[in-house]
């Protein structure tokens, strides 16, 4: 797909680092799939991955957690 920041880039499949904030929770989860910009780097999760890293989210602050890096790992 052309990417919609740059609108120069085409996206490839990678995996990528993401950060999630929410109040005092910090997450990173790693090795997530997403398609990424050959041009500018932005990240583009699909749905299905974004609904599983608010899962993510949900558990850790849930535990309370306040700094913490996951491996992602799919449904």
């Known amino acids: 797909m052309k990417c919609v ?4 880039g085409q996206t490839k ?3 990528v680092t993401v950060t ?3 109040g005092n929770l910090t997450l990173g989860l790693k090795s997530v799939p997403a398609e990424v910009c050959e041009n ?3 990240q583009y999760v699909d749905q ?3 609904a599983k890293l608010l899962q993510e989210a949900e558990s850790a ?3 309370g957690v306040q ?3 996951r491996s992602y790992v799919a449904a």
């Open 5 to 8: 920041i740059c609108k120069q």
């Open 13 to 15: 499949p990678g995996n």
């Open 20 to 22: 999630l904030e929410r």
């Open 40 to 42: 500018c780097c932005e």
């Open 48 to 50: 299905t991955t974004a």
């Open 61 to 63: 602050a849930r535990s």
């Open 67 to 69: 700094i913490e890096v």
